[in-house]
């Protein structure tokens, strides 16, 4: 396994090579990753982005309905950012816990802005894209939680998104190459840091796209017509040539194993790590428990979530890592979507005194079950003293095993894209599921 052998796969793979489970992810995908952006575009974070980079309208379309830019970083990095803004965006577990869509759908969408590209085209970048970052994130997770704080994201969705950027622009295999290591060379390794940052992922859109403008430049081609552009290398050029790739099953079934598949869609803006305790508390009132009747309640997690304490969010980005402000939403207003998790939320006195009442603690039995899972434990006190165990959650709602219907999902879109776009957010949905390529989906996004 080696760069060579990634780009081979993503410069051969055509929509024909693509099962049909795929195809229907990868729309899924798409959809998702739209409504969010869409949704997250009317955040204080992307609204900061678009005034960092206040520029006259321009060639590069972006996810924020009627604002295109001059340059593809400027539309890649606040494409991207909204895409991410409200936690609302795909993950996958054991590709390196990553959220490779936020980065990779708004990169291939802006680099087929001034180039269009078939809904085809579209799809089989969008799979090469997702099938090389969470390998690369795989081989890149921390080796040492207790002295590796970073978070990779923005590294590995950056060089697969240079991937699909490329090939979706019609690169060679060795333009698909180049761009993959232009990416990893200049890619952005993210500290877990709030607010608006987000493990880099506008910044990762950007340099992705950077790259592949660099690559159809001739960067990192030969310097001498005929000789070979690969110098003798001191370090392996990127993870995927360390002996290690070679070794790890996950890795080497790029191109038999299409992990898109395995990906999670998320049925609340909030961490993942909140989930399986927000499906457990919503199950419970819809059942027998009034909110009336909560007096307090404990969450039991795994040891990576124990910092989801916080009652008093300072800023969105913390709300969404709460556990105490996710329930306390859900109790108080009766459901977690973006009309909830709001900046104006983080003083609502309803939902901050439910918060108080929640408290967080390690349950160290339910570590075993990382990283496929993000366990919780929830229990329930009641103002007559009764204690409900919801016992062990390992799965959520929009995991492969719970997966969110086909009218959820839509419904999910709608949410998020109607108060951005009005009537036209159905048209969009509607022409998400057929092939109209990206002239009739910007066109739409534009409003």
Known sequence: MTIRDVARFASQLTFADLPENTVRRARQGLRDTIGTALAGSATRAAATAAAAFAEDAGPFRTLAPGAPAQTATAAGF?????ASALDFDDGHYQGGAIHPSSVIVPTILVAASNRPASTEELLVAQVAAYEV???LAHL????????????????????????????VRGADEDGIRRAMQTAWAHAPMAALQWPMVKEAIGWSSATALNAVVLGEAGFMAAAVPGQSPDAPAIFPPTPFDEPRAAGDPFVTSLGSVFEIE???????PACRYTHTAVDVLTELLAGDVAVDQVEAIT??????ATFLDYRRPPSLEHAQYSYPFALGTLLAKGRITPAEMTEAALADEA???????????????LDAHLPDHYATRLEVRLVDGTVIDGGPR???RGDVTRPLTDDELRAKFLLCAEPVLGGSAAALADELDRDGGTAALWALIAG
Not at 141 to 162: F, L, Q, S
Not at 299 to 304: E, G, M, N, P
Not at 351 to 365: C, K, M, N, S, W
């Open 78 to 82: 606040r494409s991207a950012l909204a």
């Open 133 to 135: 970052a969470v390998r």
């Open 140 to 167: 890149l997770w921390p080796a040492d939680e207790a002295t590796d704080r970073w978070y990779c994201t923005g590294t590995a969705a950056c060089v697969g998104a240079a991937a699909g950027a490329a090939k």
């Open 262 to 268: 395995r990906s999670y869609l998320k049925p609340y």
């Open 299 to 304: 969450v039991r997690t795994h040891r990576w």
């Open 351 to 365: 939902v901050l005194g439910f918060a108080d009442r929640i408290e967080v603690v390690h349950d160290p039995a």
């Open 394 to 396: 390992l799965d959520a």
